[in-house]
Every structure is written in structure tokens, then in C-alpha cells.
């Protein structure tokens, strides 16, 4: 008789509800394994027996050809304890247990777009799933959504109330079909069902179809959460969700049928193909095409366009039956967390949508779009959510302690920590009210749950008016550490890449709390995960009405002109001033001058992120901003590649930090609108300024010692133009640079940054 042994495999990560078990069961059945395979806690476990060869084979494909979705992360044997398989026995799944094993080992599948394989059926009059929305197997459809509890089995999520008929039931146990153990499989008679306005299935479909060809806006029920779609080639329709939605400019995404469709609304380069096409189905951010079929409504004002393709089979049907663009964002009112309740969906957006195109397949968890830009050979991720969280990212210095991160206040995320793994938590919005605070809330509860981390300190902003501040202090746990949010931002940045050690950290974003108290954006830091110092800024300059002068970027530039930080440079001339403010309200003029002169709110920051509203409004781009960004987002299409001369600039020593004084690059704008030079020149010519800036900061604090190594972060390198000429004027001083990818560089990758320092605070047993 031959050699046979016999052994337990443990197989964690990304392993339940990605078609692991079929996989492993195909495998062993191939190899002539016997014994079993089961889901228990976060983990797939094997108790195997066979020759040293087949098992060693085995092993081999569980670490190298895991199913496409499936993340493995370790794969550990030891001796079997209980009687191995008999000989000639063959082997079988069996139902999961109910161990619920430790947080690090329990990973949430995301969600996946459908399958070449699932699609081919729903386009298929011959098969049985024809036109059927739900369609779906183990290499795609509805996962962390749908959810409830782990292990992942059908009786743990929103399909346990869809009993399996019987062609669907066979599918479900037979080991050679790609539906085995597939946990939301269903078909027309025995899953999830279509609704709109009292009618049923495919007519239900085909109703709300006619409704937006005919102009409606409709309210879609999508995968983690309410969607409001319209035609994006009508500009009635366009006009009608902006003005019901209350949304006046911010761009829109656009779902497109294929690549095909995409590549006519856009430029795509080699890596948008591939992050269109990716399971996860992010919004992607392009360069947007001249004369296209698109309403002018759909991205005003500026030169990129987010494009996505479909990600269920139900968009696939509404994509193929109106072929057309059609726009396809976020089901909530202004500033409100997206409608997931049928019922409360049916109130919250009756003012918006003209139609409801609905089904009975509840949704476990809120989970908006993801959104992701292309820049050069990488690409940058803007939102984490539908298809890409709660999928884990790496904490190269594990977390001793479970630790939970509250997060910022705009762009939230929070984040959940333990051993050598973060959760970056969902995109919640902005934390502006309670139903926003609720969400956040909900989704916490439910990824402490299902990744079985009990936290035991929670890290937070120092910013106390955050409501996520607020949350964090009223949390019953034994530590509280406070992260300053410019080190969150670059600590994000250094722990994705795996940098340990010290660094640069270069932190350009809108308003951050600073720890001195005031506020602070434009940071060079010299940093390590755990602590950081101070080395560079730019210049204050105060925000006459605080928060209005977000909102009103020539509220900044007023305050800029009126009260930036003397630093010795000439300011610019009356006349030159006076050419700015005639065309402003001579009453705003006189109020915030007055403001400024007494120092009457006005809080003083030295942010890049103002500074870009101040320049934006000096050349005219624009007064107001409706949507955060939106100012440096018309500098940054002003200037799309055009190349220019930087403006003139200096930096001055203050207190021991490098200081850039903006006074001569502002004059010079206020020069060249004076004389009627182009503004894309000046626009181009501004970010030029800024990098050549960032550059010189960076040399004089590495020239003092520092490392060689930047992490770059905070909301304004989301500006592609800025980040290519940052990263190539530090590269060219042969120093190693970094920028998030997986991690947002803007708030949505605080709560990861603030789980990374404090992780690196508790191993060096602070």
C-alpha cells in the first residue's frame, strides 16, 4: 500500500463567499484527496488524507490558483487529531460551523460585478435565468451587502427568505457546477422579484424603462443602496435631478454599457480599461471627450467625466434595453446618507424621483459607489466603498491592541485594526447631521460584528467640534489617543507602502487641526508612523466667516489680498487690488475687509487647499463653491497639460520652519488677469508654482537631515496635474516618492492613517 498522511489545512483571508470551497473540492476530487471542507468563523478548514505528493500539490493551488475574487492570505497545516478520511471515500463541503474566530481571520467578500458566464445567461433566450436582474454565482454578485453573519453560508444573509427551487437547489449541491454553494442563487422562480408602481418582473422593468426615455428621473434600488437614474443624453432630464436633488454643479457619474460606449465619452488609457472592468465596478475619473452625446449638465465646468460600467445584471438590462449613457448616482438628498429602507426611500427621495424600480431583496448594509483615478501607470482610489471595502489593507506594524479609528468629518470612513490588518470601513459622506452620525454608527456595529474585533482603544481627530471627535470620547473604552489629521493623512500614505521607518510627509488639503490650535493644510512633516514634527508650511492667511469662506472661495481671496501673513514680500498694489474687487459687491468687499482689519472671525490657516479657492477666484473661475473641491477642480481644467513658467515665489525661515510666502505668486496672477494674459496660461503657471514650492520645501528639510523618502497626501493631490509635477520635481532629486493608492489621499483615508499611528504608538508601549 502506499505512503499516506493525513493533515488539517487552514486556509484565512478573502476565502468565504468567493466559490473557495467548490474550488477546493474540484481540486482535491482531481488530486484523488479524500476528506472534507467547511467554513468556520472567517477561515476555510480542510481535514484531508492522501499521498505526500497529492497533498503537497494541493497546498500548492490553494496558495496560487484561488478562485479569481478569493484574497489568500495564509495557508497553515498541522497533523490531523481526529480519525482521518477512509481511504477511497472521496470528499465533500460540509455546513459551515458556527465558530466565530478571531477578528483578523474573519474578511468580508465586496461585492462583484456579474460574470462573462452570468452575463451570456441573462442575454440568453434559451436559458432559464433570461432577463433575470439577480443573476449571479460564485465568481460574482451581491457579498458584503447582503451579509448579515459570518461564517457565509445562505441562512446568514438577506436570500435566507428565498427558499431555493428545485433546478436552483441542484445547481446549489452539485460540486461541478459553478453555482455550488453559490449563497444568493436564485432564478425568476424562486428569488428576488422586480417592482414599479404595482407591476411585477420584467414588465416592472420594462415600465421604468419607458420612463426614462421619456425624461423621468427614476429612484433604482441597486446593490448598497437607492439609486437616482436619468437619461444622461437629455438636458431636461439632467437639469430636472439637479434641481430636485439640489445639486447645481458637482459632476455626475455616467454607467455605459461596455468599454466600447466609455471610449467614446472618453480618453482611456490601459489602466482606466482595467479598473473599468474590474470586478469592483468603480466610478472612474477621465479625461472627458469634446462633442459627445452627453447633456452639458452631466460634468459642467469641467474637463473629466466619471464613467462606470454596469454592475448587475439589472443596470446590464436597463443599459441594454435604453442604449444610451444614462446617469446613475447616489439615491439621497444633499448631505444625506443614501436611502437603503424601501420604505424610507419612498419618503426621503418622493421629491426627486418620478418612479420607484424596486424588489424585495433587503439590503443589509449602505455601501455607496467607489470612485478611482487613473494617473500615469497607477490609479489613485478617491472613494473606497461598493466593491473595493471592507476588503482588508496591510498594517505592516500590527496593532497589539484592537483598535477602532473614528475618522474625519468629511468623507468619512472609519477603520477597525487588529494584528497585522485594518478594515477601512465603508464611505459614509460627510458627517454633517444625525442621520449621517446614524449610518456611520450602523456600519460600525455591523463590521465589529462580522469581523469579531472588539476594540479596545479608539483613535480620533484632535479637532473637537467633529462629530466623530464626539463619537470616539463617548465610546466606554480604556484609551483614547488623539492623532493630529496631517499625520493621519501621510501615516496613511507610509503604512500602505509598508515605510516603517521615518519619512517625509508632504499633507495639502483643505483645513486640518493643528496641534498648536490653529489650523493648518499646507504641511511639510518629518514623521514615522508614531510621532512627527513640524518643518515647513505655507503662510496663514484668514477665512473671513470660517466656514463661509469655504463655500465662497472670493471670500479667500479677499482675505488672502486683506490679511495673508507678513513675510517681507511687497504686497500687491492698491490699483491691482482695486482690480479685483470692483467686479466683486462692494458691501462684501467692505464687510470682510472690516472682518479681517479686527480680526472678526476669522480664523487663520495655512492651507493649499484655500489657496487654491483664492487663486481660483482671482482668475475669475468662479465666487462660490457649491461642492467641496470645486474650485481646484476648474484650476485644474483651466491649466488640463498646457505647460508654463512657474510664478515667482520665495520662502522665509519662521521660527525654525520654512514658510512659502505666497504674496509674489498672487500678485503675479492679479498681474497677468490685469493684463489680460490667458488664464489657462496663469492656471498652468499656478500649479507649476506650487510644485517647484513643495519642491524646495522638501530639499531644504532633506538638506537639514531628513529622509529621503516622501509620502505624499491630503485632498489636493486627488489634482493629477499637481501630483505629476510634484512627484517628478522630487524624483528628480533622487528621492523616493509615495502616494496612496489603495488608502483615499483626501479624508476618506484618515480613519486607516489614525489606526496606523496608533498601532505604531502601542508597539513602542505608549
Known sequence: MSERVACTITVSGTVQGVGFRPFVHRTATRLGVDGWVVNTGGRVELSVAGSPRALSTLVRALREDAPPLAQVRHVGTAPLTEPSPVPGSGFTVRGSTGERGRGPS?????????????????????????????????????????IVDLPYDRERTTMRHFTLCAPCAAEYADPGDRRFHAEPVACAACGPRLSWDGITGDDALRAAVAAVDDGAVIAVKGLGGYQLVCDATQAGAVARLRARKHRPAKPFAVMVRDIDAAGRLARLPRTARTALASPARPVVLLAARRGTCLAP????????????????????????????????????????????????????????????????????????????????????????????????????TPATV???????????????????????GPHTGDLGDAGTLEAFEAAYADLVRLTGIAPQAVAHDLHPGY???????????????????????????????????????????????????TLWGGEILVADLARYRRAGRFATAPLPGGAAAVRRPARMALGYLHGVEPLGARLPSAALVRSFTQRRDPHEVHVVRTMVERGVNCPRASSAGRLFDAAAALLGLGDDA???????????????????????????????????????????????????????????????????????????????????????????????????????????????????????VNDGGIGYGQAAVAAARFQRGE
Not at 113 to 133: G, N, S, V, W
Not at 628 to 652: H, I, K, M
Request: charged share 20%; hydrophobic share 45%; with cysteine.
Open 106 to 146: 474573519r474578511e468580508i467578500p465586496p461585492d462583484a460585478a456579474t460574470c462573462e458566464a452570468c452575463l451570456a445567461e441573462l442575454f440568453d433566450p434559451a436559458d432559464r435565468r433570461h432577463r433575470y436582474p439577480f443573476v449571479n454565482c460564485t465568481d460574482c454578485g451581491p457579498r458584503a451587502t447582503v
Open 626 to 744: 457649491t461642492y467641496e473641491g470645486q474650485s481646484a477642480v476648474a484650476l485644474e481644467t483651466a491649466a488640463g497639460n498646457g505647460r508654463a513658467d512657474a510664478l515667482p515665489w520665495r520662502l522665509v525661515s519662521v521660527d525654525g520652519l520654512w514658510v512659502y510666502d505666497p504674496v509674489p505668486t498672487l500678485t503675479a496672477l492679479l498681474q497677468g488677469v490685469d493684463g489680460h494674459e490667458p488664464v489657462t496660461r496663469l492656471a498652468a503657471a499656478f500649479h507649476r508654482t506650487v510644485a517647484e514650492v513643495t519642491s524646495a520645501l522638501v530639499e531644504r528639510v532633506v538638506a537639514a537631515g531628513a529622509p529621503r523618502t516622501v509620502c505624499l497626501s491630503g485632498g489636493c493631490f486627488q489634482n493629477v496635474r499637481l501630483l505629476r509635477d510634484v512627484t517628478a520635481l522630487l524624483g528628480s532629486q533622487g528621492l523616493r516618492v509615495l502616494v496612496g493608492r489603495a488608502v483615499p
Open 467 to 517: 462629530l466623530s471627535t464626539q463619537w470616539a470620547r463617548a465610546l466606554p473604552l480604556a484609551r483614547r489617543i488623539a492623532v493630529q489629521h496631517h499625520h493621519a493623512h501621510v501615516a496613511a500614505c507610509a503604512a500602505e507602502h509598508g515605510v516603517q521607518g521615518p519619512f517625509v510627509g508632504v499633507a495639502y488639503d483643505g483645513l486640518g487641526f493643528g496641534d498648536d490650535g
Open 402 to 424: 484592537p483598535i477602532a479609528a473614528a475618522g474625519a468629518q468629511l468623507k468619512h470612513a472609519f477603520a477597525l485594526a487588529e494584528g497585522k490588518q485594518a478594515f477601512l
Open 297 to 396: 449638465g452631466v460634468h459642467p465646468g469641467t474637463g473629466s467625466v466619471g464613467l462606470f460600467l454596469p454592475t448587475t445584471g439589472l443596470h446590464h438590462l436597463l443599459l441594454h434595453d435604453l442604449d444610451r449613457p444614462l446617469v446613475v448616482t447616489s439615491g439621497n438628498l444633499s448631505g444625506e446618507p443614501i436611502a437603503i429602507d424601501d420604505a424610507a426611500a419612498r419618503t426621503t427621495l418622493a421629491s426627486v424621483a418620478d418612479g420607484f424600480l424596486s424588489h424585495d431583496r433587503p439590503i443589509h448594509a449602505r455601501y455607496d459607489d467607489s470612485v478611482v483615478r487613473p494617473t500615469g501607470r497607477t490609479v489613485l482610489t478617491v472613494r473606497r466603498a461598493r466593491g473595493l471595502a471592507p476588503a482588508p489593507l496591510p498594517l505592516h
